[in-house]
């Protein structure tokens, strides 16, 4: 049962930067060297280009929605759980995984350590007692950050010195298939909307300070462009009903 408890608030709340978890493991010149690209990822201070910080530049972004799902607004947080790009995450996190039982075959562990007990370890909701942990789980891993449930966990299923190498691994393994899996086919669906909203590449390089007035122009015809998106959708969808 002890097992199946939800970690205190304390564990939930807290990342457990991957340069703290590996001071003690690693020198400090080699750590530099290791985990720097992976630390200064896109993603790890909240800088993708997601639609909300694209609006902090220009404001013909206004009014467009999620290029994958097209019901939300697209932010960090949704992104990790939009509906549309579930399914790349999930092969994402396939890839991370298959690439850890590999990079573990080199160590001599206590026990045989199963994909299920990998899954259930690094994508904590992957565990059905944990399914609301999905969000906080893909959001601190992208940002280069590890849960201390997860590092138990993995220290239980290797040992410390493991545990702390794969906190590495997994980083460095899950931005790399984020941006293979999710992130590059986001953009192409990100380009598909733009070109269907009319955004060219000179309206992207203007901003809302030095051409307020002509992007004023543009949002109008991009909120019409999507109610007109939108009243289509639900059309299909109520067809689909009867």
């Known amino acids: 049962m002890a097992d199946r408890m ?7 709340n807290e990342g457990q930067s991957v340069i703290e978890l590996l001071h003690s493991n690693i020198t400090s010149s080699l750590l530099f060297n290791i985990i720097q690209p992976v630390l200064m990822s896109f993603s790890s201070n909240n ?23 097209r019901d939300h ?18 092969t994402a996190e ?15 562990c206590k026990k045989s350590v199963t994909i299920n007990e990998l899954y259930i370890s690094i994508f904590e909701y992957r565990d059905p007692a944990f399914p609301e942990l999905k969000q906080r789980n893909r959001q601190e ?11 138990k966990k993995l220290r239980k299923l290797t ?12 980083i460095k393994y899950f931005h790399e298939a984020f941006r293979k899996h999710v992130w590059k086919p986001r953009c192409k669906m990100m380009n598909e909307l733009k070109e269907s909203l009319h955004i060219t590449h000179q309206d992207k390089c203007k901003t809302s300070r030095t051409h307020k007035e ?29």
């Open 141 to 151: 891993l992208l940002r280069g950050l590890i849960s201390h449930t997860i590092v």
């Open 73 to 90: 607004e697209e932010t960090l947080n949704h992104l990790v759980i939009c509906t549309g790009l579930e399914q790349a995450f999930l």
């Open 214 to 242: 002509d992007a004023e122009t543009q949002r109008d015809h991009y909120r019409h462009t999507l109610t007109a998106f939108r009243e289509q959708k639900a059309s299909k969808y109520n067809e689909g009903l009867r």
């Open 47 to 69: 800088l993708l280009p997601t639609v909300d910080n694209l609006r902090k530049r220009n404001d013909i972004y206004d009014d467009v929605p999620c290029p994958a799902c």
């Open 94 to 108: 396939k890839e991370t995984i298959d690439k850890i039982r590999k990079y573990l075959k080199r160590f001599k």
């Open 6 to 12: 939800a970690p205190s608030s304390a564990h939930v």
């Open 159 to 170: 040992s410390k010195r493991i545990a702390s190498l794969l906190s590495l691994k997994i």
